[in-house]
Nanobody, 123 residues
Framework: QVQLVESGGGLVQVGDSLRLSCASS????????MAWFRQSPGKEREFVAV????????EYANSVKDRFIISRDNAKNTGYLQMNNLKPEDAAVYYC????????????????WGQGTQVTVSS
């Protein structure tokens, strides 16, 4: 079982940066791929970024590529999402998720989820 807690969300202005954290209470975090998804009202949960167990491989949604950076520190059982140059369309509840399997880009493939953290971008 992997329990995840996101933090770092908040209200920012267009062009600002924000770093989200995803903390796990278990050392088994290092044995799981980790991803970030987001969901805004009336929309389906969408893939943002994924990183493999070691942190050597990452993939991004086209909408955030070159602006967001996913990373992890397995010694701290924590993952991160650095978000730069935020845009109004980035506003959403951001969720981190983990899977013991391949670093997929679809929500249905993830067994463990955090409760989400709200990101609001003001123009």
């Amino acid at each position: 079982q992997v329990q995840l807690v996101e933090s770092g969300g908040g209200l920012v202005q267009v062009g600002d940066s924000l770093r989200l954290s995803c903390a796990s209470s278990r050392s088994s975090f290092s044995g799981h791929a980790m991803a970030w998804f987001r969901q805004s009202p009336g929309k389906e949960r969408e893939f943002v970024a994924v990183i493999n167990r070691s942190g050597e491989y990452a993939e991004y949604a086209n909408s955030v590529k070159d602006r967001f950076i996913i990373s992890r520190d397995n010694a701290k059982n924590t993952g991160y999402l650095q978000m730069n140059n935020l845009k109004p369309e980035d506003a959403a509840v951001y969720y981190c998720a983990c899977t013991a399997n391949y670093p997929y880009m679809t929500a249905k493939d993830y067994e463990y989820w955090g409760q989400g953290t709200q990101v609001t971008v003001s123009s």
